[in-house]
């Protein structure tokens, strides 16, 4: 075959980052799954992906699995396990795969990622969100990058380093003042949350 009618076989490869933690604590263990299409519907089990850390130095690989991502029919994928960082900050990193184990011609790629990198959280501060008709379940409750939801009792427990810290509580129809407060020890804070009035489709007529 010439090297013109190779170039025109040549597969395209997708990459595709998924599950990536929203924080991790410095010097913890998490894991983010990859996953590689060919755009020749081509089996990629079997072939390995890398991760590099933002001075391309490769951090940690895995292997795609023989079986496709449930739902798709060439989406091959794994599971790769990293470790955060020792400093906090954000930490960029990138999932690669070279293709270059295949019979079949491909070009690479890459998909860049990024994750919070947090202090190790040394006490655990239980949030309570109430209103007026009562504990306010499924609400997002927020300190930095860390966000944990509320139980149907409205509470939610965030894992939080020493210092300070700004909560902001989120769900659909309430509002609640962010909250500035110094964590030295386990603790807990309620959170008054008002419930904002429906808005009323007929008002833009009858105003």
Request: hydrophobic share 45%; charged share 20%; with cysteine.
């Amino acid at each position: 075959m010439s090297e013109t009618a190779a170039e025109t076989t040549r597969h395209r490869s997708s990459l595709a980052v998924w599950d990536i933690p929203q924080a991790v604590a410095a010097g913890e263990h998490f894991s983010v799954k990859a996953g590689v299409k060919s755009s020749g519907g081509c089996a990629l089990g079997g072939c390995r992906v890398t991760v590099l850390d933002a001075d391309d130095v490769v951090v940690a690989s895995g292997l795609l699995g023989m079986d496709p991502w449930q739902g798709t029919d060439a989406l091959y994928w794994s599971e790769i396990e990293l470790c955060a960082p020792p400093t906090p900050g954000l930490a960029s990193l990138a999932v690669r795969f070279d293709a270059v184990s295949l019979d079949e011609p491909h070009d690479g790629a890459a998909q860049r990622f990024s994750v919070a990198v947090v202090p190790t959280p040394e006490h655990t501060l239980t949030v309570t969100v109430a209103a007026a008709d009562g504990p306010v379940a499924d609400a997002i409750v927020r300190a930095g990058p860390i966000r944990v939801m509320t139980d149907a009792e409205g509470r939610a427990r965030l894992h939080l380093a020493k210092g300070r810290h700004e909560l902001a509580v989120w769900k659909s129809g309430y509002e609640a003042p962010p909250v500035p407060l110094t964590v030295d020890a386990d603790a807990a804070v309620r959170i008054e949350a008002r419930t904002l009035p429906e808005e009323n489709p007929d008002a833009i007529w009858t105003g």
